[in-house]
């Protein structure tokens, strides 16, 4: 059945109840500064990678905090670590951990299929 | 010869430097010297070791050839030994009175260890002095302690008792050893053998790595060099992180929260190789999630005799771009700037994070630029990628230059003239231009040329770091504060008009502290720029000329 | 006895003078101490005033005290100490000057942002990056805005939030007043040309005083002001020293490029740095954010932590004109009953 998946297409709705928070408390007990965002976007602006590719370090952080991680482990390999993102952010972020962290947090998931 | 006398130790800290050396040293010759005597006294060149070691248990009342010199260089050594003991005693309850403010903590192999070989001296001294009391012979020492026994009661019955103890301390301590930290004592005569026969660290776990990490003493100088104890981060340091590679228990939060700036290192009384082989861990931690960047494609590259890569944080620093373009255009050079509008980050940051194997497609993609545009030159203005596109990039007939040798250049050879002032300046040596290539001198010549450089007690190799390396993942941004302000009061006390570094990430860094003006190399040469007559371009022509001499060096 | 009393005000801005007028229509001997050569303060650098583009002069000749017996005005008076001696204080300058006085009014105002620390912005590099100060001063000499190069602009941003709500340069607060800002200088720009395409980057827009958001439906609405919710993150400068802006458009969720012939640094408010200075010899302390903290934000904010000295407009926390105003006239009302108490 699963390829008429589309006939059942997703819910247009945010389904908070369905939210997947394991990489996000992953990273949460080890970066609480990521709690402070207020998706400015300087972070985005600056990307070094988003400048040469469609990566946004913004989304990635709006994926993680809305459970949404589904497209984070394609998503955020694109990123270079040069610390721009970290060095602009106006809420004193420590973003490179933060992709760090989901880096480590997906590659533990893929092999341990928990955290 | 070097793990025994340990000179770095001295220049460092000459009692602490006694210390060792009379506790090794001084046990290394008892042991040598004893070894003599006995086979002097037993006519043989073959004596059983236990022979040389617990020679005056065995020893009669004979005399033999040379037996008083020896009692008495035996004793000798023996106070040499004694009196590094005490220190290290006094050490360990007071390490105030030796200029440390931190030592290590112990765990119980080491105390178990740490006690045996305290008691080992003590007791041989009381041991061999019984015997001199039963024999009526012995050296200034043994014989006066000997007959001290004599007076107490009768040495005879402390005999046995007094050279049990003092053979079980040793065998104690000898079992303790590889568990405790004297594995060192083995170990870094492997070591130092290798490091001077050239061996370097491999960009992953080998044996080598286990030689540098046994090797370590934990004698916590590597603590006191560490800035993270301002902002009260205290469990990765080297040492620690040492312990707990030996121990398999090193964790992402503790190894990837360094600064990477080198401090350490260049106290290490062993030499070891703290910040490679935290580079070794690091790749060995995420070598799982290597990133391929495989949406990166080659970009047309514009031909040109130089080119000039700024870097990712040098964007965040137009005053530093501008200046390079100043720069080059009154020097009429032909440059193509590379990341202008965009490029791959040169690779160092993904390095610093343990990702060589990504690092590697980025060093790829943007070698092929630089070969595609023909250049002789490829000028950086950033430590940062100085050292990646020095140290890791292949580069055949391009030469690498950091912007301050190449402003140098531009002014040696006439190209660029600069006005004098007579502003004071402090120059802070970013780490991973100094520490990390080597750099210290161009960047104090090129300012010399222009303002008075204030010479300063921490530069140079101990140089601080300012706090916003890219090394450390893990560091929150309020303590990287402390770290800053700690270096600029620092900069603060030698009263210089400006503070004048040769990084962006320094430059930003220091600037948000506010309490001096920083400035980038590149801005004060580009705001001494003279443009002026022909006639005066000669004249500091010729004084270049007679200044040639002065810096013959560079 | 309230014509014996005297009181001291630091800064002779719209608050200080404010505060004045009203103690001396009680009755009370006043001195203003103004560090600079004129009163005024912070408002003669404006031009004119949201929401409803009254001219800044015509609150300056308002504030300014009718010359009154029981009022003295000292210019070029730096003050550095404000000590408590026998009941009284005493205020000193640098020089030989010393005023005592039975109770201070602090009315120190602020200072503007200093745009040079926040380099990636261009600020000081790039000739047509100017703040919301320079603005101001063009408006001002009733000249129009242009290039460097003295041509008309095609196109105008002005960036929100420069030196606030940002850790980067230590400044974490809001100052309140540059998204107005922005939003009467994007009006003004393009009343200057009405050919310009005007665009605001903002983080969020907090338009939050009575009749503001007229004025922000006003822009879009006849003026075709774009705002675009999105940090700049740098300026770089192009050929013909036309200046490159990056920011992301976080609304498309895409990063943005712009081309554009003048960037407007909207600069916020900071503390005076002799704040410092003045609360070291008393018990006057500081916010978080360097400005004086009042005994509590709710009824006491004209309240300093010393007893004697009251707080008066921008130098409690960033504030509008009418703001700053409202805040001396309620610190000269707690000042007069402070003393009627006293007296009893």
Known sequence: MSQFDFLQPKSRQIEIEQFDDRILTYVLEREQSFLTCISCGGCTATCSAGNLTSFNVRKIGLSLRRGNINDLSDEVQKCMFCGKCTLVCPRDINIRNVVLLIKKGIAQLETEKTL | MEALLHRKIFRKNPVLGYMHMSLAFGWFLLIVVGHLETMIAEHSLFVPF???????????????????????????????????????????????????????????????????????????????????????????????????????????????????????????????????????????????????????????????????????????????????????????????????????????????????????????????????????????????????????????????????????????????????????????????????????????????????EAARKLIENNSRMILDSGAHTLVVSCPICYKVFKEDYKLPDVEVVFHAQYIYDLIHSGKLSVDTSNQRMVYHDPCELGRGMGMYETPRKLLGRIGEVVHMKDEKEYAFCCGGSLGNLKISEDKRKLLRDQALVTYEGFSPDILVTACPKCKKTFAAGRKLKVFDLAEIVAGAICVDSLSKEKEILEKQEADCYAVEGL | MIDKKHIAIIGGGIAGQEAASVLTGLGYKVTILEKNERMGGMLNKWSKLFPDFSSSQLVLDAVKVATDKNLNVICNADIFSVQKENGRFKLSDNSSLDVYADAVIMSTGYNLFDATLKEEYGYGVFENVITSADFEKVHKSGEKLTTADGKAPRRVAFIHCVGSRDAKTGNTYCSKVCCITGVKQAIEVTQMWPECEVFNFYMDLRLYGSKYDALYLEAQKHHKIQFIRGRLSEVSERQGKELQLKAEDTLQGRPLRMKTDIV?????????????????????????????????????????????????????????????????????MLVDKSLKVQER
């Open chain 3, 264 to 332: 407007v640094l909207l600069i916020g408010m900071e503390a005076c740095k002799q704040n410092e200075d003045l609360c070291r010899d008393n018990a006057l302390e500081l916010d978080e954010n360097r400005f004086f903290k009042s005994k509590n934000i709710y009824n006491h904010r004209n309240s300093s932590t010393q007893s004697g000295v009251f707080l008066a407009g921008s130098c409690i926390c960033p504030m509008s004109v009418n703001e700053s105003l409202e805040s001396a006239r309620s610190a000269a």
């Open chain 2, 50 to 356: 236990h022979k040389a070691v617990f020679f005056r248990y065995y020893e009669g009342f004979d005399e033999f050839f040379l037996s008083g010199l020896f009692s008495f260089l035996m004793d000798f050594l023996l106070l040499f030994v004694l009196s590094g003991l005490m220190f290290a005693i006094v050490k360990r309850f007071r390490k105030k009175l030796f200029g440390l403010r931190r030592t290590t903590h112990l765990k119980s192999g080491d105390k178990i260890a740490l006690t045996s070989l305290w008691l080992i001296f003590p007791l041989r001294l009381l041991a061999e002095s019984t015997s001199a009391a039963v024999y009526h012979n012995g050296g200034f020492l043994t014989s006066g302690v000997g007959a001290a026994i004599d007076f107490i009661g009768n040495p005879a019955i402390f005999y046995y008792p007094l050279w049990m103890a003092y053979s079980l301390s040793l065998g104690f301590f000898f079992v303790a050893l590889p568990n405790s930290r004297y594995m060192h004592i083995p170990t870094e005569v492997v070591f130092i053998f290798l490091r001077v026969a050239g061996i370097r660290l491999k960009k992953q776990n080998d044996s080598y790595t286990d030689v540098q990490v046994f090797s370590c003493s934990r004698c916590g100088i590597c603590l006191d060099k560490c800035q993270l104890s301002v902002a009260g981060i205290d469990d990765s340091q080297s040492v620690y992180l040492l312990k707990n590679i030996r121990n398999k228990n090193l964790s992402d939060e503790k190894l990837f929260n360094c600064l990477m700036c080198g401090r350490c290192q260049v106290d290490c009384p062993v030499g070891i190789e703290t910040i490679e082989l935290r580079t070794v861990q690091r790749i060995e931690s995420t070598r799982e999630y290597n990133s391929s960047y495989d949406y990166l494609i080659q970009e047309v590259a514009t031909k040109a005799d130089v080119v000039y890569f700024a870097g990712c944080m040098t964007h965040l620093t137009p005053r530093v771009i501008s200046s390079m373009k100043k720069i080059f255009a009154t020097a009429e050079e032909d440059v193509w700037f590379m990341d202008e509008v965009k490029a791959p980050c040169c690779g160092r940051p993904l390095m610093l994070a343990g990702q060589y």
